[in-house]
Every structure is written in structure tokens, then in C-alpha cells.
């Protein structure tokens, strides 16, 4: 539900820019994430062969979306431990409870005794 919120709030910004007519024009200043870098890994699949500036652009956007709604998720978490700075049991600890984020439960970005890079 609040993947949604922050989609529908997107979606008015772009109409108050006027970037609603194309996805694309204006992709530079509107994704904050680095489009190479995007592209990049959407060229490390092995099942994808091409892909265009918008789906790129849109990929782009969905991550910034994402992680923009699981900060804010998570940063509730850290208020109530009154700090300001996030940390790893307040993703945890919003994993947990928002449903959305469902899919990430048991999901480990790495254990500190494993070697890095090494995912569990």
C-alpha cells in the first residue's frame, strides 16, 4: 500500500513537470540511479539480449521507488529507537512487518562471519 502512495505521488510530480508525456524525455534528470549502471545489470542476464532506453528508464525508477518505500518503512523503525541513522534490524524489522515486502523475508544482503560476497 505504500508502493503505492509513492507511485501515485510520483506520477502527480511528473504531471506537475510536465513529464508525463514521454517516460523517457527528461530520463537523465529524472532517475537518480545511474542508467549505465542499470542497464549493466539488466545485460548480466543471461535471458535478456536487448533492452531499450525505457525499460531501462522504468527499472531505473522501480528501484528508486522500492528503496525509497523501504527506507521510509524502515526509518519508522529507527524513530522509535529514537536515532536518526538506519540500520540493519530496522530493514529487518520492516521486512517483517510490511507484507509487500514478503519476499525479502529470509533473504540475508550477508553474514558478517561469511566472507563477502556471499549470500545466504
Known amino acids: 500500500m505504500a508502493a503505492a502512495a509513492a507511485?501515485?505521488?510520483?506520477?502527480?510530480?511528473?504531471?506537475?513537470?510536465g513529464g508525463g508525456a514521454a517516460p523517457c524525455?527528461?530520463?537523465?534528470r529524472a532517475a537518480r540511479l545511474p542508467l549505465s549502471r542499470v542497464k549493466a545489470l539488466v545485460k548480466a542476464?543471461?535471458?535478456v539480449s536487448l533492452a531499450s532506453q525505457e525499460a531501462v528508464?522504468?527499472?531505473a525508477r522501480a528501484a528508486e521507488l522500492f528503496v525509497e518505500t523501504i527506507?521510509?518503512?524502515a526509518f519508522v523503525y529507527a524513530q522509535q529507537g529514537k536515532r536518526k541513522t538506519l540500520q540493519r534490524k530496522d530493514l529487518d524489522n520492516a521486512i517483517e512487518a510490511v507484507d509487500e515486502f514478503?519476499?525479502?523475508e529470509g533473504f540475508s544482503l550477508g553474514n558478517p562471519s561469511s566472507p563477502?560476497?556471499?549470500c545466504i
Not at 507511485?7 to 513537470?17: F, L, P, R, V, W
Not at 524525455?25 to 537523465?28: I, L
Open 7 to 17: 507511485a501515485a505521488e510520483t506520477a502527480a510530480a511528473a504531471a506537475e513537470d
Open 25 to 28: 524525455a527528461g530520463a537523465a
Open 45 to 47: 542476464d543471461p535471458d
Open 57 to 59: 528508464f522504468v527499472l
Open 71 to 73: 527506507a521510509k518503512d
Open 102 to 104: 514478503a519476499f525479502l
Open 116 to 118: 563477502p560476497g556471499h
